[in-house]
């Protein structure tokens, strides 16, 4: 029916770094299309799960950290998982010619190989099931620009758009779709130094079309739309979400 598009009832999701920002929008707009949200976090997503409550739908909080690259690995088993949001990421900065090896590897873990092996331990499970299903990951601008003093975030978010094409190929005749959100420059906690620098802050703002700074809500709604029926033909997809940046 034309008029269940975007609905998610009956759906069960797992939205990773779900505590706050970016993972918090998404578990609240998924469970305002009626989906049951599962919000994990390395700290407490309590007030996420409040938020939810707040209006009306149904959430639940679980600790995992993403330190550990497979710290999914057993979550999805007979748990009645089909959607998975892959935002838990970390950002480290310094100048390439200092970064250091335990940097590089704090954030390697995190934003690609926990990202790669969640991924995999849902596509296990819901192949095991015959059921499709959605997963939503969380790439940014820096999979398309190099940017300045993040050499292992930029590595990262370009590794987390390959995995995303990888896994929509291979997955595409099972059900599941694999897409990717690139968010432009959103107010989150790790773009705060950013906003609190006066000048660059402004160069920022001078670059980006729409004149703003990126909300968490903007991308909540697209990665509802992405888990839904609207978009069950739609895989292998990197869609920006930055005000127009990349447009220019």
């Known amino acids: 029916m034309m008029s269940d598009l975007f609905s998610l009832k009956g759906r069960k999701a797992l939205v990773t770094g779900a505590n706050t920002g970016i993972g918090q929008a998404i578990a609240v707009a998924l469970a305002g299309q009626g989906a049951h949200v599962i919000c994990a976090g390395r700290r407490t997503c309590d007030e996420t799960v409040a938020l939810i409550a707040a209006t009306g739908g149904n959430g639940e909080s679980l600790l995992l950290d993403f330190a550990d690259p497979m710290a999914a690995k057993d979550v999805f088993t007979g748990a009645g998982i089909d959607i998975l949001v892959n935002n838990a990421g970390i950002i480290r900065r310094a100048d390439s010619v200092d970064y250091s090896e335990e940097d590089w590897d704090a954030v390697i873990d995190v934003n690609q190989k926990a990202l790669f092996f969640t991924c995999q331990a849902f596509g296990r499970e819901l192949i095991a099931q015959g059921k499709g299903g959605a997963v939503v990951n969380i790439a940014s601008l820096l999979s398309f620009q190099g940017g300045i003093r993040v050499p292992a975030y930029t590595a990262s978010k370009h590794a987390v758009a390959g995995i995303t094409k990888i896994l929509a190929n291979e997955w595409a005749a099972k059900g599941i779709t694999v897409n990717a959100i690139a968010p432009g420059y959103i107010a989150t906690n ?17 670059r980006i079309p729409a004149g703003r700074w990126g909300d968490p809500d903007d991308i909540g709604g697209t990665a509802a739309y992405l888990c839904s029926k609207a978009a069950k033909y739609v895989t292998g997809a990197v869609l920006n979400v930055d005000g127009g940046w990349l447009a220019r």
């Open 190 to 206: 790790n773009t705060e130094a950013l906003r609190a620098d006066e000048d660059r802050n402004s160069a920022i703002l001078a």
